[in-house]
């Protein structure tokens, strides 16, 4: 610790000239599939013009994964460089941050840097390393959010909690910082997460319009393991009528779920409850028309879920990507962008109605994958798309080496600025598959299962079935067949399992 500290002094009188400043942008639950710069359905429907200007200045990274699907674990991730068994934050159930370990924010406060989170946090225990946070309590509301304040009271801010978390970045960068000291700033919205709550500004976007499905929305899970069958994650089940589908009262029809109001109604003004009945009122009599005359299909219904879901996720989004612009102006009109990192990321994938699923948690491409995207002026090359395999571990020890900050031995992922200074290529000695755990915490019933990813495949483990799965990614992208009982990828599955076994040494996962 002591060596650390005189290294870090070392590096910071030698390159504080030229320290940059960071901004992470992070969301919760923002799916690639709903990015336009990384392609997808949505991109001329939905699209996001702001976060794609991260990708046209600077970089796009495709194979950019989590460690553990869910949100406390990976911003326990982030905040150490770290997986999930090492850094103790495991599930969102029963973990809490163990705020006395080392985190970068620590790191970069002791190099002189500024340090600030805002917006949502949900690590339990109460953030450490910051000179200035204020977080939302747990998941966070969107109407009219409380805030936990640096003195432990809570604040409600009238108000939609994407602009106001943006608000208060915003007042962070301009009034309250030290200007005199570079700044890392995590400014963290609670959207696009379940319940999708738009703000009123967009409630009436994509109506009308039947947005397109996925081609796996009917997935049956054939030639996968029957856990596929067993969680409850889809659309065609598990959706409540009021908390995900915000209609009122109680179903009478059994094709939907019954038993969870929508919370954030009870939270609005009298006005905003308006509003909201205003712009949902003539669809939602339209449903129980239709249901009443017996007009909806099984199919029908499920198509009908998809709609109301993905329309009020994508408003969310539509927000998100608002004010990813506001706070992209500001750097340009204050001079901080030409010595600022700007990344975008969120704390993993989502599923659209793939699989016919909503969430996250599995293994599959949708979920494990996360957005990275990456402005740094005069290091990362405009408009680089990269293929490296990257992971939420690598962030704490990236911040670092850009700060000039000696990275700490324990530290499990890789500084990406090789990479960055690189055009975003690989050098030879980099990963050639990621780790992946998930602990099967009860939530959605999702089974235990830990992996890796390389290139070209993906091998999962789930212990409780000892079952294996492996996915040919190239010629099956959608995940829809496991062969790893088929005999043509005998050797493949031998490779894959020997890089299980030396990613679970490496990263030190105890047995079992
Ligand atoms: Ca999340």
Same mark, same amino acid.
């Given at each position: 610790?002591?060596v650390?500290?005189i290294?870090?002094l070392?590096?910071?009188?030698s390159?504080?000239?030229?320290?940059p400043?960071?901004?992470?942008?992070f969301?919760?639950?923002?799916?690639l599939?709903?990015?336009?710069?990384?392609?997808?359905?949505?991109?001329?429907?939905?699209?996001?013009?702001?976060?794609?200007?991260?990708?046209?200045?600077?970089?796009?990274?495709?194979?950019?994964?989590c460690?553990?699907?869910?949100?406390?674990?990976?911003?326990?991730?982030i905040?150490t460089?770290?997986?999930?068994?090492?850094?103790?934050?495991?599930?969102?159930?029963?973990?809490?941050?163990?705020?006395?370990?080392?985190?970068?924010?620590?790191?970069?406060?002791?190099?002189?840097?500024?340090?600030?989170?805002?917006?949502?946090?949900?690590?339990?225990s109460?953030?450490?390393?910051?000179d200035h946070?204020?977080?939302?309590?747990g998941?966070g509301?969107?109407?009219?959010?409380?805030f936990i304040?640096m003195?432990?009271?809570?604040?409600?801010?009238?108000?939609?909690v994407?602009?106001?978390i943006?608000? /208060?970045? *915003?007042?962070? $960068?301009?009034?309250?910082?030290?200007k005199d #000291?570079?700044?890392?700033?995590?400014?963290? +919205?609670?959207?696009?997460?379940?319940?999708w709550?738009?703000?009123e500004?967009?409630?009436?976007?994509?109506d009308?319009?039947?947005l397109?499905e996925?081609?796996?929305?009917?997935?049956?899970?054939?030639?996968r393991?029957?856990?596929?069958?067993?969680?409850q994650?889809?659309?065609?089940k598990d959706?409540?009528?009021?908390?995900?589908?915000?209609?009122?009262?109680?179903?009478?029809?059994?094709?939907?779920?019954?038993?969870?109001a929508?919370?954030?109604y009870?939270?609005?003004s009298?006005?905003?409850?308006?509003?909201?009945?205003?712009?949902y009122?003539?669809e939602?009599? /339209?449903l *129980?028309?239709? $249901?009443?005359?017996g007009k909806?299909s099984d #199919?029908?219904?499920?198509?009908?879920?998809? +709609?109301?879901y993905?329309?009020?996720?994508l408003?969310?989004?539509?927000a998100?990507?608002?004010?990813v612009?506001r706070?992209?102006?500001y750097?340009?009109?204050?001079?901080l962008?030409?010595?600022?990192?700007?990344i975008y990321?969120?704390d993993?994938?989502f599923y659209?109605?793939?699989h016919g699923w909503y969430d996250k948690?599995?293994?599959f491409?949708?979920s494990?994958a996360?957005?990275?995207?990456i402005?740094?002026p005069?290091?990362v090359?405009?408009?680089?798309r990269?293929?490296?395999?990257?992971q939420?571990?690598?962030?704490a020890?990236?911040?670092l080496?850009a700060?000039?900050?000696?990275v700490?031995?324990?530290?499990q992922g890789?500084?990406l600025?090789?990479?960055l200074k690189?055009d975003c290529?690989?050098p030879?000695?980099?990963?050639?598959?990621?780790?992946y755990?998930?602990?099967?915490?009860?939530?959605?019933?999702?089974?235990a299962?830990?992996?890796?990813?390389s290139?070209?495949?993906?091998?999962?483990?789930l212990p409780?079935?000892?079952?294996w799965?492996?996915?040919?990614?190239?010629?099956?992208?959608?995940e829809?067949?496991?062969v790893?009982?088929?005999?043509?990828?005998?050797?493949?599955?031998a490779?894959?399992?020997?890089?299980?076994?030396?990613?679970?040494?490496?990263?030190?996962i105890?047995?079992g």
């Amino acid at each position: 610790m002591r060596v650390l500290s005189i290294l870090a002094l070392t590096s910071f009188s030698s390159l504080a000239a030229e320290r940059p400043n960071i901004l992470f942008i992070f969301t919760d639950d923002h799916a690639l599939q709903a990015i336009s710069a990384y392609g997808g359905r949505f991109k001329d429907i939905a699209p996001t013009p702001n976060i794609d200007r991260l990708a046209k200045q600077g970089a796009v990274f495709e194979r950019s994964y989590c460690a553990n699907s869910i949100c406390g674990p990976s911003r326990a991730c982030i905040l150490t460089g770290k997986h999930s068994l090492i850094n103790g934050f495991i599930d969102n159930n029963s973990s809490r941050f163990n705020g006395a370990q080392p985190t970068f924010p620590k790191y970069l406060q002791q190099a002189g840097y500024q340090t600030a989170v805002i917006g949502k946090w949900h690590l339990v225990s109460n953030p450490t390393g910051f000179d200035h946070w204020e977080v939302l309590p747990g998941q966070g509301s969107y109407y009219n959010p409380d805030f936990i304040q640096m003195d432990g009271s809570t604040k409600r801010i009238d108000g939609y909690v994407t602009d106001i978390i943006t608000d /208060k970045s *915003l007042d962070w $960068l301009k009034n309250r910082r030290d200007k005199d #000291k570079p700044f890392v700033l995590m400014s963290q +919205q609670k959207a696009p997460h379940r319940n999708w709550s738009p703000a009123e500004r967009h409630y009436k976007l994509f109506d009308g319009m039947d947005l397109p499905e996925p081609e796996t929305l009917f997935d049956n899970y054939a030639n996968r393991s029957e856990a596929l069958k067993k969680q409850q994650m889809t659309l065609e089940k598990d959706f409540w009528w009021g908390n995900d589908l915000l209609l009122h009262g109680e179903p009478t029809d059994p094709r939907f779920r019954k038993g969870m109001a929508n919370g954030e109604y009870k939270r609005m003004s009298t006005a905003q409850q308006a509003a909201f009945d205003q712009a949902y009122g003539a669809e939602n009599q /339209k449903l *129980l028309n239709d $249901l009443a005359a017996g007009k909806l299909s099984d #199919k029908d219904v499920t198509r009908w879920k998809y +709609q109301r879901y993905i329309k009020n996720y994508l408003r969310c989004i539509r927000a998100v990507d608002e004010n990813v612009g506001r706070l992209l102006d500001y750097l340009d009109e204050s001079g901080l962008a030409k010595n600022t990192m700007v990344i975008y990321s969120s704390d993993q994938g989502f599923y659209l109605g793939e699989h016919g699923w909503y969430d996250k948690r599995w293994m599959f491409e949708e979920s494990l994958a996360m957005p990275f995207l990456i402005r740094w002026p005069g290091v990362v090359k405009p408009g680089v798309r990269s293929k490296a395999l990257i992971q939420n571990i690598d962030y704490a020890p990236t911040f670092l080496e850009a700060a000039g900050v000696a990275v700490p031995e324990d530290i499990q992922g890789r500084s990406l600025l090789p990479l960055l200074k690189n055009d975003c290529a690989a050098p030879a000695d980099w990963r050639k598959a990621i780790y992946y755990y998930y602990s099967g915490e009860g939530t959605h019933r999702v089974a235990a299962h830990d992996g890796v990813r390389s290139e070209r495949y993906k091998l999962f483990h789930l212990p409780k079935t000892d079952e294996w799965q492996l996915f040919d990614l190239e010629k099956d992208p959608q995940e829809m067949k496991s062969v790893h009982a088929d005999p043509a990828y005998a050797t493949v599955l031998a490779e894959m399992k020997k890089t299980h076994q030396e990613l679970r040494a490496q990263y030190k996962i105890p047995q079992g």
